[in-house]
């Protein structure tokens, strides 16, 4: 596709452009002409720096227009539009998405995701009502919803990567793993051979989801270097020595 030939009367009108972005913009925000751009037959689009310190890096954009055999420039829009590396607003997130882990207090609900792919069934109904009611209470079914294996792969990734994963600063660091402690309460099911619960109130993970290659220096195998106590002779207060004292 061949470029767009330089229109002279569009390209020279820079004075025109900068009036049209002085008539919109704050008195003084419109700067140095940044250049001109052709976008096509009879349409340039002339740049100016913005000088507005609430949108550092950003520019005036005015395009301009004629038609065939005019001399004269029209003007056809004017933007205040960013530039590479300008201050821009957050990305909008929709309401329904803006939840996020560690949001929940004291009476918030998440509400109900019918489809959530971390859960299945948890359980089905055989039609049998003896045979349902043990199944349910005496064998502890009553969930509707367990975790599936995405959920279960899931919690696994975030907890492994998460404070209290094997590669945080405190498990680097640590003497020994949580797998060897005492106060280590190995999960049930499935995460029980990656994961357990600490149960040491004098550690940083206590009562936290914990990896077994997790660890701190509360273990409870681990003692710390017992030196001898430094003996320190009394003190010997000389009262037979005579102190001269000389005023100066």
């Not at 976008?39 to 507005?52: K, L």
């Not at 999960?187 to 009562?207: K, Q, T």
């Amino acid at each position: 596709m061949a470029a767009t030939r330089p229109d002279v009367v569009l390209t020279s009108a820079v004075e025109v452009a900068r009036a049209a972005a002085e008539e919109i913009a704050e008195p003084g925000t419109v700067g140095e002409h940044l250049g001109v751009v052709m976008e096509g037959d009879r349409v340039a689009t002339h740049s100016f720096g913005c000088t507005a310190t609430a949108y550092p890096g950003w520019h005036w954009a005015v395009t301009l227009s004629r038609v065939p055999r005019a001399r004269k420039a029209t003007i056809s829009e004017v933007h205040l539009l960013p530039s590479e590396g300008a201050l821009l607003s957050p990305e909008w997130v929709p309401y329904a998405e803006r939840l996020a882990p560690g949001d929940i207090g004291a009476g918030d609900l998440t509400p109900y995701v019918e489809e959530d792919p971390r859960l299945e069934a948890g359980w089905e109904a055989t039609g049998e009502e003896d045979v349902d009611q043990v199944a349910i209470w005496e064998l502890g079914l009553g969930r509707e919803r367990v975790l599936s294996a995405e959920g279960r792969e899931a919690a696994a990734t975030r907890w492994q990567e998460g404070e209290h994963g094997p590669e945080s600063e405190v498990a680097r660091k640590a003497p020994r793993p949580c797998g060897t402690c005492g106060f280590f309460l190995p999960m049930a099911g499935a995460l029980r051979s990656v994961f357990g619960v600490c149960a040491n109130e004098w550690s940083p993970a206590d009562g936290s989801v914990v990896s077994l290659r997790f660890g701190c220096g509360a273990h409870s195998e681990v003692d710390v270097e017992r030196r001898e106590p430094e003996r320190i002779d009394p003190p010997v207060l000389d009262d037979e020595s005579e102190i001269e004292f000389v005023d100066r």
